[in-house]
């Protein structure tokens, strides 16, 4: 089993439609958890980190459940400029360990 | 101020050749880190280094990679009789302290193919 799983997608939306990633991790004592976005042929940018309590940035809404292990991204009123890869980030130690990514397509 | 910075940004070379990929971490970081991503997947992490503590090099694949870092700046990653397998992006990343909370910032990267 992988220590982080994401659905690899792809997710196709129009704009202004709202999407769900979920990802979930296998390490229980795994401390701090982010959300990365790598545009294609890029290097991957902090999106925003993930907090016990969950966290909200303008559209993005990042939320973690500690018993079920997994975290989610939520992306409202999607933009074109979406369109990326979303990588699901779970650190234990300074031992970042990064799942495959979900490809979203935002289409016109 | 400059990012992290990687070169060469793309590499072929040829099975069995050695090859050095080199990183310029953002000025003041103490952390730095080595990635490899391969087509399709994750990123892999391969070695952290933190000050001058001995690096954490529980994610090198094979005896054949190495890495160093000179004077807590400049790294340099090292394969060597490199593999058709070894073909993946290279990324180096660094944060300011090395903390779980650190945002860690990306290189672009360097490319390799290995024919």
């Known amino acids: 089993r992988k220590e982080v799983e994401q659905d690899p997608g792809p997710f196709n939306v129009p704009e202004g439609a709202t999407v769900a990633f979920n990802c979930t991790y296998s390490n229980s004592a795994s401390q701090s958890f982010f959300w990365y976005r790598q545009d294609c042929r890029k290097e991957p940018k902090l999106l925003m980190s993930v907090y016990s309590s969950g966290n909200e940035d303008g559209r993005f809404t990042a939320q973690l459940n500690r018993a079920s292990q997994y975290i989610s991204l939520l992306i409202r009123d999607s933009k074109l400029s979406d369109s990326a890869t979303y990588l699901c980030?779970?650190?234990?130690?300074?031992?970042?360990?990064f799942g495959a990514g979900t490809r979203l397509t935002v289409k016109p | 101020g400059a990012g992290v910075s990687q070169s060469p940004s793309n590499k072929v070379t040829e099975k069995g050749k050695d090859v050095e990929l080199r990183c310029d971490p953002i000025?003041?970081?103490?952390?730095l880190y080595w990635y490899r991503q391969s087509l399709g997947q994750g990123l892999e992490f391969l070695i952290y280094f933190q000050g001058n503590s001995a690096p954490d090099k529980s994610g090198l694949p094979s005896d054949r990679f190495s890495a160093e870092r000179t004077g807590g700046s400049v790294s340099t990653l090292t394969i060597q009789r490199t593999q058709q397998e070894d073909s993946a992006v290279y990324l180096c990343?660094?944060?300011?302290?090395?903390?779980?909370?650190?945002?860690?910032?990306f290189g672009p990267g360097t490319r390799l193919t290995v024919l």
């Open positions: 000025s003041g970081h103490t952390a």
């Open positions: 990343a660094s944060s300011f302290a090395g903390a779980l909370t650190d945002t860690q910032y």
């Open positions: 980030v779970v650190n234990e130690n300074n031992d970042m360990r």
